[in-house]
Every structure is written in C-alpha cells, then in structure tokens.
C-alpha cells in the first residue's frame, strides 16, 4: 500500500481512503481502479471525458427543468462523480499549454472579462508569488468564520484551515458525491467545520455570522444568484470579506444566470474592492 500511495498526491490519497471506505473495498484494490481511470481519461483532462459532461448536461434538461432551482440539485447529483473526478484534476500542476488552451477556449466562448481577469490572476501569481489562500489570510484577523458557499471540493477553504487553524469553516453545497467526500477529508484532516446542506425545501439557507465568504464561480448557477447575495450579506459582519468571480458567463445547461451585471452592482453598492476577486463589506 505504501507503494501504492507514493504514486499519489495527498488530494488523491485522501479520495482513495475515501473510496475504500465507502465501498468497503481494500486500498489496494481502489487504487487499481483508480490508476487504470486516470491513465485511460489522461489525468481526467481528456478531450472526450470534458466533452461528455458537457453532453449529459444537455440530456439532463430533457428530463429536468434547468430553470427550477430544485431540478438543478438533482441534475448536480447526477454529475456528482464526473465533477468529482474533474476537481480531483486541479490538483495536478497545469502545463503551459493547457493555461493557453483554457485561455482561448474564453476566447473562443466571447468571455472577455473572464479571459482578462483569468490573464490578470495568472501574471499576478507570477509575479506577485501570492495564492488566492496567501491573499485571503493577510486580510483576515483571526479567529475566523469563513462560509464556502457552493463549497464543491473546498480546495481553497481547506487551505485557509491548514494554515490558520483558528478558522472555523460552514461547508454550504447540495447532499451530494462530493459533498461527502469534502465532508470526509474535513474530518480527517481534524479541521473546524460544520456543514449547511441545500435542498428542495430549503433553496436559500440561513447563514451563520461570519467575517468570509467564499462564493467562487457559483452565482452564475443559480437561478436566484441576489437571493444568496442577501443571505451572504446580512449574515457577514462588516469588514468581512467577500471572495469570488462575479463576471458575466456565457450561457449553458449549468450556467442558469450568466448576466451577473445586477449582482455587481450590489457588490459595488456594500463593498469595496480589495485585491483581485476580493471585496470587504463596508456597509
């Protein structure tokens, strides 16, 4: 097993741990099957394997309304594994012609905001050597209440706790796949967490108070993004911290409000900007 593991990132390694319990499987033999998937679908960055999300997607609207929040939940259920497998794949360092590939495909799409604020990020970490975690901590005061609104993976979250344990994170996502494998790898690592679970009887959660709030490349898969605006915003303290990209999208399956104009323009009515994708409430 200890072999088996040095062929592994710690992302990877937390997953299979994971797997072999959820199955009851040994190790071992998740570890097989895991290899075999990621050799065969190139590290989950295979052409025909992104292709084919975007392809289910399309057949999931047949059977459910994308513009009914509730219907949204389960079509995510239904995606839970391939995503899944698509966020474990961030955990792999990125050849420069793949951050040339992701650039033009905004190009390609007429996303021009994203593709300059994606240009922007990239050349700001380069120069800069600061992570979206090393931006977020030197704003922060401890001790922390940090939301991940539409948590997924939680990578950055998870991140900000490793490094400041005195942060307490509100994991806040759909019972789902992933949400279990976050909840899992929360627990494992001993990091501070609750977590707030959205379903059909309960679309716009309640928030608890709290001075960060993580909301990354989510409002454009809601179909009321400014309801979960105004729960993030009467939930946070002023001063706190608001992080995400709340540019314009181009229009999918999943992308249910891709027009974020009004939702900046209460961004800019209660924060001021920071840093790059980063907005400290002011009123």
């Known amino acids: ?19 072999a319990e959820r199955t009851g499987w040994p190790f071992e033999k998740a570890a097989t099957r895991f290899f075999k998937l990621r050799n065969d679908l190139n590290y989950f960055k295979k052409k025909q ?47 420069i012609s793949e951050r040339f590939r992701d650039a033009w495909r905004l190009l390609q799409k007429k996303e021009y905001s994203q593709f300059i604020g994606y240009l922007r990020r990239y050349f700001t970490q380069k120069i800069k050597k600061e992570s979206p975690t090393d931006t977020i901590l030197k704003h922060t005061s401890a001790p922390s209440v940090l939301v991940d609104y539409g948590c997924g993976m939680a990578h950055l979250s998870f991140e900000i706790a490793k490094r ?16 279990e494998f976050t909840a899992f790898r929360f627990r494992k690592h001993k990091i501070s967490h609750q977590i707030i679970t959205i379903t059909k009887e309960n679309l716009h959660p309640s928030l608890p108070p709290h001075n960060i709030c993580l909301a990354d490349e989510v409002m454009e898969h809601l179909v009321q993004p400014l309801t979960v605006f105004e729960r ?26 891709p027009n974020l104009s009004e939702l900046r323009r209460k961004i800019a009515e209660h924060y001021e900007p920071v840093e790059t994708k980063l907005y400290r409430k002011i009123r």
């Open 1 to 19: 097993m200890e072999i088996m593991k040095q062929n592994l990132n710690p992302l990877e390694t937390d997953f299979l741990e994971f797997l």
């Open 232 to 257: 993030i915003y009467t939930s946070m303290i002023t001063g706190g911290l608001l992080y995400g990209n709340f540019s314009d999208h181009s229009a999918g399956p999943l992308h249910i409000t």
């Open 164 to 179: 400041n344990p005195s942060v307490h994170v509100i994991l806040v996502d759909i019972d789902s796949l992933i949400l």
């Open 49 to 95: 394997f992104i292709q084919s999300d975007g392809i289910i997607q399309q057949i999931c609207t047949l059977f459910y309304d994308n513009m009914n929040q509730g219907d949204l939940l389960e079509i995510y259920r239904f995606l839970a594994p391939i995503h899944l497998l698509v966020f474990l794949s961030y955990s792999y360092p990125k050849k």
